[in-house]
Structures are given as structure tokens and as C-alpha cells.
Nanobody, 127 residues
Framework: QVQLVESGGGLVQPGGSLRLSCAVS????????MGWFRQAPGKEREFVAA????????KYPDSVKGRFTIARDNAKSTVYLEMNSLKPEDTAVYYC????????????????????WGQGTQVTVSS
């Protein structure tokens, strides 16, 4: 049984930081590309970050580039999202996602390319 469990969300003031974690079980984590997506009320789910199997390739949209960092620990089957300089527009439910990747350096940037999803964790940026 595949499980992706996110944690670390919460309420933070603008300019603050949060670190999200996603623990994966039921899969060979080192063979998966991992991604983070978010969905705000009334909006479509959007890409936030992706990391290749070996962690060498990381992709971000312009909206979070320079503020968010994705990382993975294959020994712990966990992917992280470090979020700094948070803005109110970052408020959303954040989801991690996984899919098998044949290449060590491939990344996937759209939600339709991912096979497995976590339940989401709420991030609220407000003063």
C-alpha cells in the first residue's frame, strides 16, 4: 500500500518560513521523481517544485524560485520543501506527489504526470 504523508504546515506571518515534509512508504523511493504542488481555494492545482531521483535536478516556477527549496533524503524516503520569505499568496493546501522515473535526472512538472499523492497540508500566510 502506497502512502505519502505530508506534515509541517501551519500558520505563519508574511516573511516567515516553514518546512514541509513528505514521508513515503510502499514504494522504492529512490526510483521515484518527487514533486510538490499547491491548491488555493477556487484555483487550479499548481506546480511548486520537483526533484529528480538522485536529487541533482530541481525545478521551480518563477513564483517560488529563490524562496523555496526542494530536497530529498533517499535513506529516509522523505522529500522536503523549505519555504522562506513566505507571502500571503503562498497560502494553499500543499501536496506531495510521486511517480516512477526511469532516468536519474528526469523531473516532471505537471500534476497529470504523477501517480501517487498525499492528503495535503494547509499553509496559511497571514498577519
Amino acid at each position: 500500500q502506497v502512502q505519502l504523508v505530508e506534515s509541517g504546515g501551519g500558520l505563519v506571518q508574511p516573511g516567515g518560513s516553514l518546512r514541509l515534509s513528505c514521508a513515503v512508504s510502499g514504494r522504492t523511493f529512490s526510483q521515484d521523481n518527487m514533486g510538490w504542488f499547491r491548491q488555493a481555494p477556487g484555483k487550479e492545482r499548481e506546480f511548486v517544485a520537483a526533484i529528480s531521483r538522485n536529487g541533482e535536478i530541481r525545478k521551480y516556477p518563477d513564483s517560488v524560485k529563490g524562496r523555496f527549496t526542494i530536497a530529498r533524503d533517499n535513506a529516509k524516503s522523505t522529500v522536503y520543501l523549505e519555504m522562506n520569505s513566505l507571502k500571503p499568496e503562498d497560502t494553499a493546501v500543499y501536496y506531495c506527489a510521486a511517480r516512477w522515473a526511469g532516468s536519474l535526472r528526469t523531473t516532471y512538472l505537471t500534476s497529470s504526470e504523477y501517480s501517487y499523492w498525499g492528503q495535503g497540508t494547509q499553509v496559511t500566510v497571514s498577519s
